[in-house]
């Protein structure tokens, strides 16, 4: 079994965050399973409370994941959501 490369929070917060910039819940899902990949998903699918096949079909930028699991995950891989005001579009 090849060993993971550690990933560095600053990479992660950035891939996340840029996630996040798309607006679309695939891509978000889809990068949080990407990260929580990089991690050990069985021990993330257990703090989430979900079983790992279960966690990997929600967040294959294909399923559709319930908000709560989103947070869940999120707060599991020790990151947490903030509302930031957007910039406005009009410059």
């Known amino acids: 079994m090849a060993q993971q490369t550690p990933v560095s929070v600053e990479a992660v917060d950035g891939y996340i965050a840029a996630a ?45 994941p319930e908000f709560a699991t989103i947070l869940k995950v999120v707060r599991a891989l020790g990151l947490k959501l903030m509302p930031v005001e957007r910039e406005s579009d009009a410059a």
């Open 20 to 64: 996040f910039e798309t607006n679309d819940p695939s891509s978000i899902a889809k990068a949080l399973g990407e990260v929580a990949r990089t991690r050990n998903m069985s021990k993330l699918a257990k703090d989430v409370g979900m079983n790992r096949s279960a966690l990997y079909r929600a967040l294959s930028g294909d399923g559709n």
